[in-house]
């Protein structure tokens, strides 16, 4: 049994190894190396996080989600509070800077397939299943000067493998239900997770990917090894935000970090 302990006047960790055969490179040397930089790596994750937490607000979440979101009316808010505006706008500035053809998943409240437009893309391809946004889509679109606007009625698990390939995809959407909440929000490194092979195998080479992060400041190794298993480069940066006490989305500080994933 292997044994490593960190301690702090706050907390204490241990790391007990029962299989030594677990972590077994060739040296004994190079096995107690990787161990310290682990063990000493979440501990300065764990310093971090108390002074992150420390910025958060106290919101208002709204418990589990009891009915099926492909149908539900939503309010504005429901769907997309106003906070994150600022990064809708970044997303899309990541992904049409090639004005070329965009998929995006989910209309939402239309904030940013119009963000998208700004940018006299070639095409613009929406897919949404929720009839209540797809009769918003409708009107929005009425308003739209681009003639190159196309809407797939459904779920993207259903209609996406019949599209073609795409300079950019942009997937801002969110679990319909509570079982898709416990498997890609809890079970999973970020929501869009499950969604990184797809947009992979829907877009052209050099084609950009974006999506929420569920990361406020760093993009943790589990999160980058799910990238680079399907794109071949990633980039980063940071997006304020001004968050209202009351925020009733899983987010609770006032940044988030925007990634782009190039095929």
Partial sequence: MTRRIKRSKEYEL????????????????????????????????LNHL??????????????????????????????????????M??????????????????????????MIQDYKVQSH????CNPHVIDKFKHWKLQQSGQNIYLITGLWQDTIDKLPLYDGIFFHTYPLNKEEYLKYVHGSV???????????????????F???????????????????ENFTEISTSLVKLDLPKDVKDTWWTNSIVLIKAIK
């Fill in 125 to 128: 391809t929406i897919i949404e």
């Fill in 89 to 114: 706008r970044a997303m899309a500035d990541a992904i049409c800077q090639s004005k070329g053809d965009i998929l995006e998943i989910g209309f939402g409240r239309g904030i940013s397939s119009s």
């Fill in 14 to 45: 241990t790391l007990v190894i029962n299989d030594e055969s677990f972590i077994n490179p060739p040296r004994e040397f190079q096995r107690n190396a990787i161990l310290t930089k682990t063990i000493n790596e979440f501990a300065r994750e």
């Fill in 50 to 87: 108390d002074r992150q937490a420390r910025t958060y607000v106290t919101g208002a979440l709204e418990p589990g989600l009891s009915t099926d979101r492909t149908q539900s009316l939503l309010t504005d808010q429901q769907i997309m509070e106003d906070w994150q505006i600022p990064l």
């Fill in 210 to 228: 974006t999506y929420f992060s569920n990361e406020i400041d760093s993009v943790s190794r589990p999160h980058q090894r799910a990238l680079f």
């Fill in 190 to 208: 970020t929501f869009a997770e499950h969604f990184f092979r797809t947009a992979s195998e829907h877009l052209r080479p050099g084609g950009k």
